[in-house]
């Protein structure tokens, strides 16, 4: 499946994010890299993309600010019409429930607001090239995992997703989500020491069906593409897990 366009892609900089623009640019996508702080992984990313023969720009951001993700949409369109946004943004500051009215509202804002303010500046695009969203989630959705603060947020995105996928359907835009469990990445090594550190049970107590326990970020990124590309799925939650959520 072949994406035609500019690619936009939040979190860019890190492993995952990073991962996504790859793909996308192999699937023909000029991308548009959205970063924090990270400009070296954001200039990894984008030479990833450029070895695929793909334009790629980098823009710093903030996707909390409203200010700040329209400009990361002014910058995407500049590379071309837009087609795909995928926020990828996301942060985990684990800790136990004491500590979690202090940490609840930087996760909802950067993991819920975040995906809400740049899609809202993305759409008007989107509807002219009929295209799509993808949302990364996790299965801290749908098991309770890591804390309860980063368990909210991504519970969150899965109603983004699915009430915009009800609201753009009429105008040919896609949304959908990936929900990946445990990915070899740093931020997932932080959550295990802080997992263990707590005795909490979260999804690293839990088997997938597979014999190993980590997907790889290119892994997410396949899933991504899948899920930008294919023209007749939309509101479609797809787990990358290893069969971790089966019931």
Same mark, same amino acid.
């Given at each position: 499946?072949?994406?035609?366009?500019?690619a936009?892609?939040?979190g860019?900089? %890190?492993?995952?994010g990073?991962?996504?623009a790859?793909?996308?640019?192999?699937?023909g996508?000029?991308?548009?890299?959205g970063? $924090?702080?990270?400009k070296? &992984?954001?200039r990894?990313?984008?030479?990833?993309?450029?070895?695929? &023969?793909?334009?790629?720009?980098?823009?710093?951001?903030?996707?909390?600010?409203d200010?700040?993700?329209s400009?990361?949409?002014?910058r995407?369109t500049?590379?071309g019409? /837009?087609?795909?946004l995928?926020?990828?943004?996301?942060?985990? #500051?684990?800790g136990?429930i004491?500590?979690?009215?202090?940490?609840?509202?930087?996760?909802?804002?950067?993991?819920?607001?975040?995906?809400?303010?740049?899609?809202?500046?993305?759409v008007?695009? /989107?509807?002219? #090239?009929?295209?799509a969203i993808?949302n990364? %989630?996790?299965?801290?959705?749908?098991?309770?995992?890591v804390?309860?603060?980063?368990?909210?947020s991504?519970?969150?995105v899965?109603?983004?997703?699915r009430?915009l996928?009800?609201e753009?359907?009429?105008? &040919?835009?896609?949304?959908?989500a990936?929900s990946?469990?445990?990915?070899?990445?740093?931020m997932?090594?932080?959550?295990?020491?802080?997992?263990?550190?707590?005795?909490?049970? %979260? $999804?690293?107590t839990?088997?997938?069906?597979?014999?190993?326990?980590?997907?790889?970020p290119?892994e997410?990124?396949?899933?991504?593409?899948?899920?930008?590309?294919?023209?007749?799925?939309? %509101?479609e939650? /797809? $787990?990358?897990?290893? &069969?971790?959520?089966?019931?």
């Open positions: 499946m072949n994406i035609e366009g500019t936009l892609v939040t860019g900089s %890190g492993s995952i990073r991962a996504i790859a793909e996308l640019a192999g699937c996508a000029d991308v548009a890299i970063y $924090h702080s990270d070296d &992984g954001a990894r990313a984008a030479e990833a993309v450029e070895s695929c &023969g793909r334009d790629a720009t980098i823009v710093q951001a903030d996707v909390t600010d200010d700040d993700a400009t990361l949409v002014e995407a500049e590379l019409e /837009l087609s795909v995928v926020n990828a943004a996301g942060i985990a #500051t684990p136990p004491e500590e979690a009215p202090d940490r609840i509202d930087r996760a909802l804002s950067t993991n819920v607001a975040g995906v809400v303010a740049v899609s809202a500046a993305a008007p695009s /989107l509807r002219e #090239t009929s295209g993808v990364v %989630g996790s299965v801290a959705a749908d098991l309770g995992t804390d309860v603060t980063y368990a909210a991504k519970a969150g899965v109603g983004v997703t009430a996928a009800r753009l359907g009429p105008d &040919g835009v896609r949304v959908s990936v990946p469990g445990p990915v070899d990445t740093p997932d090594d932080e959550i295990t020491e802080s997992l263990e550190a707590r005795r909490f049970r %979260g $999804h690293h839990v088997d997938t069906l597979l014999d190993r326990y980590e997907a790889t290119e997410v990124a396949t899933a991504v593409r899948f899920l930008a590309a294919h023209e007749f799925v939309t %509101g939650i /797809l $787990h990358v897990d290893g &069969g971790m959520t089966i019931d």
